[in-house]
């Protein structure tokens, strides 16, 4: 389970997506109307986004505060098809979402495992120590880090002592991102 920095959800690496062609007999013919509809240029722009030109124009007429309906009648299509693109659209950003979170986990020079029962003001003196020992100076300081832990994973915390064990990673400047160790 990835907690991130970038938004104020959890995501969990336990979510199950579904690919094109996979899911409820409804969704099979939706996604095929989609697909067949799409031109080669409009195959070539999906590799630049993991959203398909359909899924971007629903997302933002949903945007605007049309009601699935609204964009139904727009698109000439039926409420169940914008549901099901909405929904795909939303579990895409959700994944590129956690694979930008774990990219930044890879490249964050800090780590530190901390086990569960640990006393939340513990967790910056083994940060710092772990800079320290990388030769990096943090320039945020130990309250920094805790608002940080507890924006992040307000949920794995109880009062003072933290409920799991975790990995904390810690970039250069500062910003802190929590993984749950399973």
Known sequence: MILSSYNSYLLDDRMIFEEE????????GAEKMDDSARTDTEAEGASYSFLTKRQLEVLQMRHQGLSQQDVADRLGTTRSNISILEKRAHQNIARAQRT???WMMIRAPISVIVKGGTDVFEIPRMIFAAADEMGIRLHVTSMDILVQLRRNAPLLFHKRVLGRDVRIYMKENGEAMVEVVE
Request: no cysteine; net charge negative; aromatic share 0%.
């Open 100 to 102: 930008v979170q774990q």
């Open 21 to 28: 062609g996979e899911g409820e007999e409804g969704d099979k």
